[in-house]
């Protein structure tokens, strides 16, 4: 299902960069959100500017709303939480489970994310689809 999709990260962002609707790059985990107008999204890597990163997540806006989809299920890093609450933003966050935790069973969280963000940026209605997800 996924073996069409990008890889690496340099190809994640391109993907997403002719493919996605206001596509803001990449943050990782530690780094607060900055800019994110409506419709926009970002490709979160949970892991620390210093590790390179560990696991790849969506982040997308809808109005007052930031949907978070993590494919394990978890909740965003604590300063991406943090930003989005200052910001005075809304949190949604699919908590289901749609990848196996096990890195060495299942690496497809990058294109997980990945195809998260074009459906949710070319959707009009965003926020079902992570309502759906957290069902």
């Given at each position: 299902?996924?073996t069409?999709?990008?890889?690496?990260?340099?190809q994640l962002?391109?993907y997403l960069y002719?493919?996605?609707?206001?596509?803001?790059?990449t943050?990782?985990?530690?780094?607060k959100?900055?800019?994110?107008?409506?419709?926009?999204s970002?490709?979160?890597?949970?892991?620390?500017?210093?590790?390179?990163?560990?696991?790849?997540?969506?982040?997308?806006?809808?109005?007052?709303?930031?949907?978070?989809y993590d494919?394990?299920?978890?909740?965003p890093?604590?300063?991406?939480?943090?930003?989005l609450?200052?910001?005075?933003?809304?949190?949604?966050?699919?908590t289901?489970?749609?990848q196996?935790?096990?890195?060495?069973?299942?690496?497809?969280?990058g294109?997980?994310?990945?195809?998260?963000i074009?459906?949710?940026?070319?959707?009009?209605?965003?926020?079902?689809?992570?309502?759906?997800l957290c069902?």
């Amino acid at each position: 299902m996924y073996t069409s999709l990008p890889t690496t990260s340099q190809q994640l962002e391109g993907y997403l960069y002719r493919n996605a609707t206001k596509f803001l790059g990449t943050k990782m985990g530690d780094e607060k959100i900055g800019k994110f107008p409506n419709r926009a999204s970002y490709l979160i890597n949970i892991g620390p500017k210093s590790s390179g990163g560990t696991h790849w997540t969506t982040l997308h806006r809808a109005g007052n709303t930031a949907l978070y989809y993590d494919p394990i299920g978890m909740p965003p890093p604590q300063v991406i939480y943090d930003s989005l609450r200052a910001k005075g933003l809304n949190i949604i966050m699919s908590t289901n489970q749609h990848q196996d935790p096990r890195q060495e069973i299942d690496q497809t969280c990058g294109q997980r994310a990945v195809r998260m963000i074009v459906m949710l940026s070319n959707s009009d209605d965003p926020e079902s689809i992570i309502k759906e997800l957290c069902d």
